[in-house]
């Protein structure tokens, strides 16, 4: 319930600032999560739609709009075109890893599923260099766990 009035505030919050900017596609983007979050699609595609109308390539609203619905063939095509030229342009990485998850999907929903798998191929191997993953601190972690989880362990609380 607590969660479901933030989000409430959140839109209002959203809403007002689009009053204030109507060109804040990033308002436009977050009222859209929001509605997408409470439940309400057609009001977060709505808002999708409306940030990328202020700025066509806004990466975060296209991944937001094709992931939240399965599109019409002709608003497929479109949306598809669209990312397509995005990826041509010089987009930052966070940009690049998200068009190309919007491709992915995109692609999938054609059914077109070799092209589908280069671009989350293309967006996971981006997204990947971000993270940092040390396997020998991973296994010591996983070592430390068994120990202190021994048999001995649970043998204290079973009675």
Known sequence: FEKRRQLEKAVS?????????PG???AYTNMGNAFKVQGNFTKGIGCYKKALEVKPD??????NLVDTQKLQRSDRKYFLERAEQMVGQDLSEDDSIVVNFALGKLYN???IFDTAFKHYRIAN???RRRVKF???S?????SRIIETFSKDFFAMFST
């Open 58 to 63: 806004c990466a975060e609203a296209l991944l």
């Open 134 to 136: 040390d396997v020998q």
């Open 109 to 111: 929903d054609q059914g």
């Open 24 to 26: 804040s596609f990033e």
């Open 125 to 127: 191997q981006l997204k």
């Open 13 to 21: 919050c959203y809403q007002k600032a689009v009053q204030l900017d």
């Open 138 to 142: 991973h296994t010591d972690y996983v």
